[in-house]
């Protein structure tokens, strides 16, 4: 199954996460209780025929600093690859000062290495510039099981040492994921559960840094078939 991937500031991997196909949703993350912190937004995915689509809008920050979004992707499937393209737009506007708008453009590509063995790889901001730079993820995922599924991937920022991170996810039932992923700089710890009933899919994440807190994520999406 093609599975679009719309990637968000909040951690995307490549192998990992992804809004539900032929959806319509919103989504709120709050870092380290913060309301100041508070990203929020709604998407709508579909497609058909080999290919698939998104589109999203999101908020964040508050009165003396907001920025907005709107970010557009789509997927497709040529031979055992699976590539996507992605455009964003991102204003920025602190009271009292100018603001300013950017433009980033993401791509991946993910491929199977066996029966049981997956990549992937993404780039953020290839047209980075100093302010916003480029950013470098790539990984393998290993399906044990049906049930279970372990993935690990370096993330490579700009100005930042490289990041490694590992997943593991079990489904232990058809109507409920759980996983857990650790970073390793900074020394991050998030743990997420997927629950399905019927076309409603909720899902909720925490994530805990050892210095800054407690961080807590949902999203709920509607699925057509």
Same mark, same amino acid.
């Given at each position: 199954?093609?599975?679009?991937?719309?990637?968000?500031?909040?951690?995307?991997?490549?192998?990992?996460?992804?809004?539900?196909?032929?959806?319509?949703?919103?989504?709120?993350?709050?870092?380290?209780?913060?309301?100041?912190?508070?990203?929020?937004?709604?998407?709508?995915?579909?497609?058909?025929?080999?290919?698939?689509?998104?589109?999203?809008?999101?908020?964040?920050?508050?009165?003396?600093?907001?920025?907005?979004?709107?970010?557009?992707?789509?997927?497709?499937?040529?031979?055992?690859?699976?590539?996507?393209?992605?455009?964003?737009?991102?204003?920025?506007?602190?009271?009292?000062?100018?603001?300013?708008?950017?433009?980033?453009?993401?791509?991946?590509?993910?491929?199977?290495?066996? !029966?049981?063995?997956? !990549?992937? /790889?993404? /780039?953020?901001?290839?047209?980075?510039?100093?302010?916003?730079? /480029?950013?470098?993820?790539?990984?393998?995922?290993?399906?044990?099981?049906?049930?279970?599924?372990? !993935?690990?991937?370096?993330?490579?920022?700009?100005?930042?040492?490289?990041?490694?991170?590992?997943?593991?996810?079990?489904?232990?039932?058809?109507?409920?994921?759980?996983?857990?992923?650790?970073?390793?700089?900074?020394?991050?710890?998030?743990?997420?559960?997927?629950?399905?009933?019927?076309?409603?899919?909720?899902?909720?994440?925490?994530?805990?840094?050892?210095?800054?807190?407690?961080?807590?994520?949902?999203?709920? /999406?509607?699925?057509?078939?």
């Amino acid at each position: 199954m093609l599975i679009l991937l719309l990637f968000q500031a909040a951690q995307p991997d490549p192998l990992t996460d992804s809004f539900p196909a032929r959806s319509a949703g919103v989504w709120t993350d709050r870092a380290y209780g913060l309301a100041e912190l508070t990203e929020s937004g709604a998407f709508i995915s579909g497609g058909g025929d080999g290919w698939l689509w998104d589109a999203s809008v999101s908020t964040f920050g508050f009165d003396l600093y907001r920025e907005t979004g709107f970010r557009t992707a789509a997927a497709t499937v040529y031979g055992d690859l699976r590539l996507g393209l992605a455009f964003e737009t991102r204003t920025l506007s602190p009271k009292g000062f100018t603001g300013a708008t950017t433009h980033g453009i993401d791509a991946w590509i993910r491929m199977p290495l066996g !029966a049981k063995v997956e !990549a992937g /790889a993404m /780039a953020l901001n290839l047209n980075g510039t100093a302010a916003r730079p /480029a950013v470098w993820t790539a990984g393998a995922a290993y399906a044990a099981t049906p049930e279970l599924r372990l !993935a690990a991937w370096i993330w490579l920022d700009a100005g930042h040492p490289p990041d490694a991170r590992v997943l593991l996810a079990w489904t232990p039932v058809p109507a409920l994921g759980l996983d857990i992923t650790r970073h390793t700089d900074p020394l991050v710890w998030r743990f997420r559960a997927t629950l399905q009933a019927r076309r409603v899919r909720t899902r909720l994440t925490v994530r805990t840094h050892p210095v800054l807190g407690w961080s807590q994520a949902a999203e709920v /999406a509607w699925q057509w078939r």
